[in-house]
């Protein structure tokens, strides 16, 4: 029960947070994630040339680049190897209000995202979201978001009560435990470590203990091979039988199409197509969609049909994209979705996969990122031009859960 001073102030937040996004939506006001920055200056920090070859970029003349931050190999790669603390500050707090949720967009929606607004705006619509959801208890936006999507039963307060607890203990310690680190090893001047450090000094603690660098990392994990591999361990995990079909063109865009079969009957459970390609028609991130589900509304003897789209670069050779550890992560992630989707059995379409809880949704596609770990990357790598695999001892201590590759 809010106090009146509380309500008060929850009324004038929410007149507040009304009026800014009636604001937002009449002036058309999109994100801006380019970031220009000195090619010189990108290349002293630590970002190889090899590595800028794999990150979405455009060359601008006079000695500067303009990076998409947008994408996320490049927003992450950028945010990891960089050594210029004001180039990853100029990342971070550009890619801070790219919007996460996936799809296509529209010839209009693309000319309106070549302006170049500012943040501000959005930065203070996600200040009243906080302040919002500290005022009804929560200790921060997120938390309510999560609280809302998860199941509301008491027993499950008190299990997310305690986890939170737990996880905040873990993040303090393990902040306390980095800042130690990296004051001891990296910079005895670090006083403390803000968002734009955190992968940064995470990269330098692998590499001081022997792990292998980004940029020679995505070299051994080429698309088409990559994902081979990958669809053997969702085999033996699901039961499937993953087949690669030919390749089709819709509209401009090209998807690989997978056909998934039972082993055993043989019997077709469903079609996946991936677009795994950074293009102007896409927003940023990566997402997994079904466009026919099983139930009702369903043809009868109709199968399913997801579409998974992805934000890779492409190289410029025949090579197909060079993939990072968190691309691996995001294809196992999505096809895990698609896989969820493929497997749902039920009577009306809007009790399917996609449409239950939060937290069940999203359990099989986290599950099966755990299986990106240091066999699987071993086992997978395959120097996209010597087709070198990588030893044990080449790669080098794997954290998973740090996207530092």
Request: charged share 25%; with cysteine.
């Amino acid at each position: 029960m809010l106090e009146p001073t509380q309500g008060a102030e929850f009324k004038k937040l929410s007149a507040e947070l009304e009026r800014l996004k009636a604001d937002l939506a009449s002036a058309s006001i999109r994100y801006s994630y380019q970031v220009k920055v000195p090619r010189a200056e990108l290349l002293a920090s630590g970002i190889s040339e090899s590595l800028l070859k794999s990150l979405k970029h455009e060359d601008l003349g006079s000695g500067n680049v303009l990076l998409d931050v947008s994408h996320e190999q490049t927003r992450l790669s950028v945010l990891t190897n960089s050594s210029s603390e004001e180039i990853r500050k100029k990342v971070y707090l550009a890619s801070a209000t790219i919007e996460t949720s996936g799809g296509y967009l529209s010839p209009d929606e693309i000319k309106r995202r070549k302006n170049d607004p500012s943040p501000d705006l959005i930065i203070r619509i996600f200040e009243c979201y906080q302040k919002l959801a500290q005022l009804l208890g929560y200790d921060s936006y997120v938390e309510s978001i999560v609280h809302k999507r998860l199941f509301n039963v008491s027993e499950f307060d008190a299990f997310f009560g305690a986890i939170a607890k737990l996880s905040n203990r873990i993040t303090r310690a393990g902040s306390e435990e980095l800042l130690k680190f990296s004051q001891k090893n990296i910079d005895p001047h670090l006083k403390s470590i803000q968002p734009w450090d955190v992968l940064y000094l995470f990269e330098q603690q692998r590499k001081l203990r022997g792990g292998l660098a980004q940029d020679k990392f995505i070299t051994y994990f080429e698309w088409n091979h990559t994902l081979v591999k990958c669809l053997k361990v969702f085999e033996r995990v699901f039961g499937y039988q993953f087949i690669l079909d030919s390749k089709v063109n819709i509209a401009g865009v090209t998807f690989q199409v997978i056909k998934v079969y039972e082993q055993e009957s043989g019997a077709l459970k469903g079609t996946i197509y991936i677009d795994p390609y950074s293009n102007t028609h896409k927003v940023s991130g990566a997402w997994a969609e079904s466009m026919q589900d099983t139930g009702s509304s369903s043809t009868p003897g109709s199968r399913p049909i997801v579409i998974i789209g992805m934000n890779l670069n492409k190289t410029n050779d025949d090579s197909g994209a060079l993939m990072s550890g968190r691309d691996i992560a995001t294809l196992f992630h999505e096809l895990g979705h698609a896989v969820f989707d493929l497997s749902s059995n039920t009577r009306f379409s809007l009790s399917s996969s996609r449409y239950a809880v939060f937290d069940t949704t999203e359990f099989p596609s986290s599950l099966m990122e755990r299986f990106v770990d240091t066999e699987f990357l071993i086992d997978a790598s395959r120097h996209y031009i010597t087709g070198e695999k990588l030893t044990r001892e080449k790669l080098g201590e794997v954290s998973y859960g740090v996207p530092s590759w």
